[in-house]
Nanobody, 122 residues
Framework: QVQLVESGGGLVQAGGSLRLSCAAS????????VGWFRQAPGKEREFVGG????????YYADSVKGRFTISRDNAKNTVYLQMNNLKPEDTAVYYC???????????????WGQGTQVTVSS
């Protein structure tokens, strides 16, 4: 069993940065790949990016490539989403999710966090 808790969201001006954390409970978290998703009001959930269980591979949606970076510290059971050069269209609730097999947009994630709000003002 893995429980995920996101944190680090908040209000930031366009062009600013935030770092989200996805803290996990469970001794086997290091075996899980992790994906980040976001959902804006009135819109469908969108894949942001993902990271392999080793941290050696990452994958990003085109909309955030070059601005967002995913990393992980398995010793701390935490995955991070560093968001730079934020835009108003990045405003959404951000979720992390864990999957044993893959970290892509179509993976069937086993566990989800409750989300953290990110608001980018223009």
């Amino acid at each position: 069993q893995v429980q995920l808790v996101e944190s680090g969201g908040g209000l930031v001006q366009a062009g600013g940065s935030l770092r989200l954390s996805c803290a996990a409970s469970g001794r086997t978290f290091y075996k899980y790949a992790v994906g980040w998703f976001r959902q804006a009001p009135g819109k469908e959930r969108e894949f942001v990016g993902g990271i392999s269980w080793t941290g050696g591979s990452t994958y990003y949606a085109d909309s955030v490539k070059g601005r967002f970076t995913i990393s992980r510290d398995n010793a701390k059971n935490t995955v991070y989403l560093q968001m730079n050069n934020l835009k108003p269209e990045d405003t959404a609730v951000y979720y992390c999710a864990a999957d044993l097999d893959d970290y892509g947009p179509s993976s069937e994630y086993d566990y989800w966090g409750q989300g953290t709000q990110v608001t980018v003002s223009s």
